[in-house]
């Protein structure tokens, strides 16, 4: 990736994520199951590893998409000056990646935020909300935007100034279909962690199989 997308990506969503998410509060009622208080625990891992599947998942589907492209065609660094390392980002397959790996920061800081019953709700924390709203905005034009100084900064593939011959510019066509990946990818990780991790799919296993060691006093 470009500079500037390290620095959007790590520097400052990936920073600001991890903090926002901390500023959900908690309800001002306790409630009669305890959260789990285990960091290796079914509940804990099965959030982790099931939103990293899914994250795996719709990252292979997109490079694949990008692949099987006509008019994609295979980066080459040989061609790069090693002097001049910015320019390995150059290429279309590391404006997906990229977008890939940004729009799943978000939604792993969206879902990790949901709290079960024991938190509030998620539109209660403003600055989360106001937090993603612009980064989102920013992101969005970056994938769906018109070529501009923005986004060659940025070194998004969509514009001649970033990728040349062989390399065609990537089409907007091609855009709004990775975009639905994206979005697929949110929306079904959000589910998975709403409906499975947190939800009634969790309910039902912890009723059938959980025994709390100390139980709560009615």
């Not at 990936?14 to 908690?26: N, Q, R």
């Not at 285990?38 to 990293?52: A, D, R, V, W």
Request: net charge neutral; with cysteine; charged share 15%.
């Amino acid at each position: 990736m470009s500079q500037w997308c390290w620095i959007l990506a790590d520097g400052f969503t990936l920073v600001g994520c991890s903090y926002v998410i901390t500023l959900s509060k908690p309800l001002k009622e306790l409630k009669d199951t305890r959260p789990t208080s285990s960091l290796i625990g079914p509940t804990t891992l099965l959030s982790i590893f099931g939103q990293e599947a899914i994250n795996v998942i719709y990252l292979c589907c997109g490079v694949h998409m990008l692949t099987s492209e006509v008019w994609y065609c295979p980066f080459s660094p040989d061609d790069v000056d090693v002097a001049k390392w910015w320019l390995l980002s150059d290429n279309h397959m590391a404006t997906v990646l990229f977008f890939s790996i940004i729009f799943q920061q978000h939604t792993a800081a969206w879902t990790f935020s949901f709290g079960s019953i024991y938190r509030q709700p998620i539109w209660k924390n403003y600055i989360l909300l106001v937090f993603f709203a612009a980064v989102g905005a920013l992101d969005l034009y970056l994938v769906l935007g018109g070529p501009s100084s923005l986004t060659d900064q940025f070194r998004i593939s969509s514009s001649t100034n970033v990728v040349g011959l062989p390399d065609v510019a990537m089409p907007m066509s091609f855009r709004l279909k990775y975009f639905g990946i994206i979005m697929g990818n949110l929306f079904t990780s959000i589910l998975f962690e709403y409906f499975v991790v947190l939800g009634p799919v969790r309910s039902y296993f912890r009723k059938k199989y959980h025994t709390d060691v100390l139980p709560m006093r009615k």
